[in-house]
């Protein structure tokens, strides 16, 4: 390198490019700091789409839903998909077929319900997913990364009884799920120091606003 690129407080972000090279240049780390950290043995993700039924009446859900009505649905708000390991079989050198119990809690909302009645109830979806992963003794199985892409709902029944209408509830659902095993580890890595935060700066708006990006 033919000139050094020298910086007096190391900060967060990419490192100083050396202006002959044009190449980034990093400090060397001047100490190995002992951490704990949640240490991923493995990973995989798939899109999964499902079909569940839901059962309800006009005491629990509101009125006003016909045959052929959307319902409105939703991942449930401050909750997780969420799965339970149910069994494990070893295939050798260290992973496993893993069955799983997968949950996911979705929230369903009448939209034709009058003002005053009940409009919401909340249901766990589940079903079960088998998958492989590096998986030792000790790790535990996390699925709370995954995302619910689509939820569609729409009434497929409806019969009244003693003047309460009982709704069957048809709900198709996409959910990516990211299944990773993870055990808490003490791990050795080259640091820098403690992060020293920056003073706080607030940025004006943008003026005269932009367009939004051409899309092709």
Do not use: H, W
């Amino acid at each position: 390198m033919s000139k050094k690129v020298k910086q007096n407080q190391i900060q967060p972000g990419q490192c100083p490019i050396d202006p002959d090279t044009g190449l980034p240049v990093c400090p060397p780390f001047d100490r190995i700091e002992c951490i704990v950290v949640d240490k991923v043995y493995d990973s995989c993700f798939q899109i999964d789409d499902r079909t569940r039924e839901v059962s309800t009446d006009s005491d629990e859900f509101g009125t006003g839903l016909e045959q052929g009505d959307p319902v409105e649905c939703a991942l449930t708000e401050g909750s997780d998909i969420t799965c339970n390991e149910i069994s494990r079989t070893s295939v050798g050198d260290g992973f496993f077929t893993i069955v799983l119990s997968v949950n996911v809690p979705v929230t369903l909302i009448n939209p034709e319900a009058e003002n005053g009645e009940d409009n919401e109830i909340e249901r766990i979806f589940t079903f079960s997913k088998t998958v492989t992963l590096c998986a030792p003794e000790g790790v535990s199985i996390d699925c709370t990364e995954s995302v619910l892409l689509a939820c569609n709902c729409v009434v497929t029944d409806v019969e009244e009884d003693d003047e309460v209408l009982e709704y069957s509830i048809s709900c198709d659902i996409q959910v990516c799920l990211v299944v990773k095993s993870i055990l808490t580890v003490q791990l050795l890595v080259p640091s820098f120091g403690f992060c020293v935060p920056a003073p706080c700066v607030t940025l004006p708006g943008v003026c005269p606003p932009l367009p939004p990006e051409q899309c092709f």
